[in-house]
């Protein structure tokens, strides 16, 4: 939930307090639903369903890396590449003490002198070891890309960029505090992932674009969405038979105790599709305040084809996005697949690769869907243009022309040549012509043909 869409800080137009009140309404009333669902799903503190993974872990540097000595290589692992890791530990009972760790046998790694480590204590007082290697140290450098992004928001989108970090932050909190707590209970994963859903999108949108109508319109369309892409995961998890255990995790998570792993599935698709809901729901309703306050005088149908053109550029990209952030993260597994020379009929039947595709299609089917409906709501509440011209029912509104040429009514050009009108044939009286009153002769159009002229004008 990123990068906000409106341009200005402030209301882009002026609609009636009536249709606000409304609106306003019927966020609140979603808002509230969702919060009494909290309250009522709200995991407990005390959660039976945890267990510790592993050892202790420390921190660690690297203070020299040798060779194995030939006395402590294995017979039969002579020709094999064998390194020993003397590490610093830099925290805990052990601070400051040098330890060597486990022999790296044909390491897939390479350890320099200061490399940060994380190491796993063993506290079995006859092993031979007393830390083991667990993984590298990244945090220093996840948290200098953390401040890189952070820094790049806020430069370039200024109070509303730090806006949208706090509707980041926010939405980390309900996923840390409530999500993932709640579905280690064992509470079924269906309401969870929706509550979760409604609430980020009411939060973090308003926190991200500020409490305007144009957000609260864009917060309408998500939930909106939502309900649709819900129905269909429901729906096509259940026509494709997808267990949930496609992955080590899901075997392993159900091992911890009563946890809904096919729920898991359907939470994971809604939950990851608000991200692109979010992005496009915003740019649609923006995109249509935008065109009424550039536009005054356009008529809703003229507003609802722009933005349906933008739309459409954008769900273009939006999906293909949705299909590569799927193929990057499951790129291993189809190398694997291609590997095995399997064919594609059979790779796209394994539940892995079907539980992405399902994934993918729904998730880009509420994206469309979400084009056309939240534009017509901001649409419907933009209105139509406050400073058209009034036609009557069955005329032609007036075109726009350049200025008119009058000829002087005591001189009329004829083929002849110039002269009064005492020396010009009389010609029949005519009246003064109303230029937004058609002529009698002329057949009276549709009020849909009425409605193209405007908008040609």
Same mark, same amino acid.
């Given at each position: 939930?990123?990068?906000?869409?409106?341009?200005?800080?402030?209301?882009?137009?002026?609609? !009636?307090?009536?249709?606000?009140?409304?609106? #306003?309404?019927? /966020?609140?009333?979603? $808002?509230?639903?969702?919060?009494?669902? #909290?309250?009522?799903?709200?995991?407990?503190?005390?959660?039976?369903?945890?267990?510790?993974?592993?050892? &202790?872990?420390?921190?660690?540097?690297?203070?020299?890396?040798?060779?194995?000595?030939? #006395?402590?290589?294995?017979?039969?692992?002579?020709?094999?590449?064998?390194?020993? =890791?003397?590490?610093?530990?830099?925290?805990?009972?052990?601070?400051?003490?040098?330890?060597?760790?486990?022999?790296?046998?044909?390491?897939?790694?390479?350890?320099?002198?200061?490399?940060?480590?994380?190491?796993?204590?063993?506290?079995?007082?006859?092993?031979?070891?007393?830390?083991?290697?667990?993984?590298?140290?990244?945090?220093? $450098?996840?948290?200098?890309?953390?401040?890189?992004?952070?820094?790049?928001?806020?430069?370039? *989108?200024?109070?509303?960029?730090?806006?949208?970090?706090?509707?980041?932050?926010?939405?980390?909190?309900?996923?840390?505090?409530?999500?993932?707590?709640?579905?280690?209970?064992?509470?079924? #994963?269906?309401?969870?992932?929706?509550?979760?859903? $409604?609430?980020?999108? /009411?939060?973090?949108?308003?926190?991200?674009?500020?409490?305007?109508?144009?957000?609260?319109?864009? /917060?309408?369309?998500?939930?909106?969405?939502?309900?649709?892409?819900?129905?269909?995961?429901?729906?096509?998890?259940?026509?494709?038979?997808?267990?949930?255990?496609?992955?080590?995790?899901?075997?392993?998570?159900? *091992?911890?105790?009563?946890?809904?792993?096919? *729920?898991?599935?359907?939470?994971?698709? =809604?939950?990851? $599709?608000?991200?692109?809901?979010?992005?496009?729901? /915003?740019?649609?309703?923006?995109?249509?305040?935008?065109?009424?306050?550039?536009?005054?005088?356009?008529?809703?149908?003229?507003?609802?084809?722009?933005?349906?053109?933008?739309?459409?550029?954008?769900?273009?990209?939006?999906?293909?996005?949705?299909?590569?952030?799927?193929?990057?993260?499951?790129?291993?597994?189809?190398?694997?697949?291609?590997?095995?020379?399997?064919?594609?009929? &059979?790779?796209?039947?394994?539940?892995?690769?079907?539980?992405?595709?399902?994934?993918?299609?729904?998730?880009?089917?509420?994206?469309?869907?979400?084009?056309?409906?939240?534009?017509?709501?901001?649409?419907?509440?933009?209105?139509?243009?406050?400073?058209?011209?009034?036609?009557?029912?069955?005329?032609?509104?007036?075109?726009?022309?350049?200025?008119?040429?009058?000829?002087?009514?005591?001189?009329?050009?004829?083929?002849?040549?110039?002269?009064? !009108?005492?020396?010009?044939?009389?010609?029949?009286?005519?009246?003064?012509?109303?230029?937004?009153?058609?002529?009698?002769?002329?057949?009276?159009?549709?009020?849909?043909?009425?409605?193209?002229?405007?908008?040609?004008?």
């Amino acid at each position: 939930m990123g990068a906000g869409h409106d341009h200005s800080g402030q209301q882009p137009t002026p609609v !009636d307090a009536t249709t606000r009140k409304l609106l #306003a309404g019927a /966020v609140i009333i979603c $808002a509230i639903i969702a919060a009494i669902a #909290a309250v009522l799903t709200w995991p407990s503190d005390e959660n039976e369903n945890t267990f510790n993974l592993g050892a &202790d872990l420390y921190t660690g540097t690297v203070e020299r890396v040798f060779e194995c000595p030939p #006395a402590d290589v294995p017979q039969g692992a002579e020709d094999l590449e064998c390194v020993v =890791v003397q590490v610093e530990i830099t925290e805990g009972v052990d601070a400051g003490q040098l330890f060597e760790l486990p022999p790296f046998f044909e390491p897939r790694t390479t350890f320099e002198a200061g490399d940060q480590l994380i190491l796993a204590r063993i506290d079995e007082p006859s092993a031979p070891f007393r830390y083991a290697f667990s993984d590298r140290n990244r945090t220093s $450098a996840l948290f200098l890309l953390a401040f890189v992004f952070a820094l790049a928001v806020v430069l370039l *989108g200024g109070l509303r960029g730090a806006s949208a970090l706090v509707g980041l932050a926010s939405t980390a909190a309900v996923l840390g505090f409530y999500t993932l707590p709640a579905l280690l209970e064992g509470q079924s #994963a269906l309401p969870i992932a929706c509550v979760t859903a $409604a609430i980020i999108a /009411v939060v973090a949108l308003y926190t991200s674009h500020g409490f305007h109508t144009m957000t609260t319109v864009a /917060v309408l369309g998500t939930l909106l969405t939502l309900g649709l892409t819900v129905g269909l995961g429901v729906v096509f998890i259940e026509l494709t038979e997808l267990s949930g255990f496609a992955t080590e995790e899901s075997l392993f998570i159900q *091992g911890v105790g009563d946890i809904d792993v096919r *729920g898991l599935l359907l939470a994971g698709l =809604v939950i990851g $599709a608000l991200g692109a809901l979010d992005d496009m729901t /915003v740019t649609q309703a923006s995109v249509v305040f935008e065109l009424r306050r550039a536009d005054p005088t356009a008529t809703r149908r003229h507003i609802f084809t722009s933005a349906m053109r933008v739309g459409r550029d954008h769900v273009a990209s939006t999906v293909n996005t949705l299909f590569l952030a799927y193929a990057g993260a499951s790129l291993p597994l189809l190398l694997l697949f291609s590997v095995g020379q399997l064919p594609v009929t &059979d790779v796209a039947n394994s539940e892995l690769v079907a539980t992405e595709i399902v994934r993918t299609l729904v998730g880009s089917i509420g994206l469309v869907a979400s084009v056309p409906l939240t534009t017509w709501l901001a649409v419907s509440v933009v209105g139509d243009g406050n400073m058209a011209p009034t036609v009557p029912s069955g005329q032609r509104p007036p075109k726009r022309r350049g200025p008119a040429t009058h000829t002087p009514p005591d001189t009329i050009t004829s083929e002849e040549g110039t002269g009064t !009108d005492a020396d010009q044939p009389l010609m029949q009286p005519t009246s003064e012509v109303d230029p937004g009153r058609p002529d009698a002769s002329t057949p009276r159009p549709s009020r849909w043909s009425n409605l193209r002229e405007g908008i040609d004008d």
